[in-house]
């Protein structure tokens, strides 16, 4: 595992595996294993490399008042905007928690279910902005902690993200 440009330790373990001997150049230019190869002497210690990328993901953003952690409790207001809320005072009546994704409200519908911090707390969408498309409002279905940098989960839903983020591809650049 990495993270973010450094290639360092993951490169000295695939120059490990690309210089154990085989013949893996043989078979990287182009060559086709008969049966014949398979019957004789033929070294059988060829390698697959699976690479597992990160994919996109949606996360909750600084929370109001830049505070370190809000407490939700159960059956709290709890709305999810794509504007910065750092700035905002926190409130006495609800919750509002910036979330990266865009197209939060064209995405969910009343009726859905939100998870936050890997199904730690789950939200019912109560209302969305069908107006300016910015924000829905939910309900907690459960109590806990919640901070900024966390993931949010939409369960059953597509998403308009893309398959592979700009570092997944740099890594499967690399991989290969």
């Known amino acids: 595992s990495h993270s973010g440009t450094d290639y360092s330790y993951p490169s000295n373990c695939m120059n490990h595996v690309r210089n154990t001997q085989g013949q893996h150049?043989?078979?990287?230019?182009?060559?086709?294993?008969?049966e014949s190869d398979v019957d004789s002497d033929f070294p059988r210690n060829l390698r697959a490399v699976l690479v597992d990328?990160?994919?996109p993901e949606i996360r909750t953003g600084p929370l109001q008042g830049s505070s370190e952690i809000i407490e939700i409790e159960v059956g709290d207001r709890v709305e999810l905007t794509v504007e910065s809320v750092a700035e905002e005072p926190v409130?006495?009546?609800?919750?509002r928690i910036q979330v990266d994704y865009k197209s939060i409200a064209t995405t969910l519908t009343i009726g859905d279910q939100?998870?936050?911090?890997?199904?730690?707390?789950?939200?019912?969408v109560e209302e969305v902005d069908t107006v300016d498309r910015k924000f829905v409002v939910c309900t907690a279905l459960n109590a806990g902690p919640i901070?900024?940098?966390?993931g949010v989960n939409l369960p059953g839903l597509v998403l308009d993200l893309p398959a592979l983020t700009n570092k997944d591809k740099m890594d499967l650049k690399w991989a290969c």
Do not use: P, S, W
Request: a positive charge; charged letters at 20%.
């Open 91 to 95: 409130l006495q009546d609800g919750h």
């Open 53 to 55: 990328t990160k994919g």
């Open 25 to 34: 150049g043989f078979l990287a230019a182009g060559a086709i294993m008969t």
């Open 114 to 124: 939100v998870l936050l911090d890997d199904g730690l707390i789950a939200l019912h």
């Open 147 to 150: 901070k900024k940098n966390k």
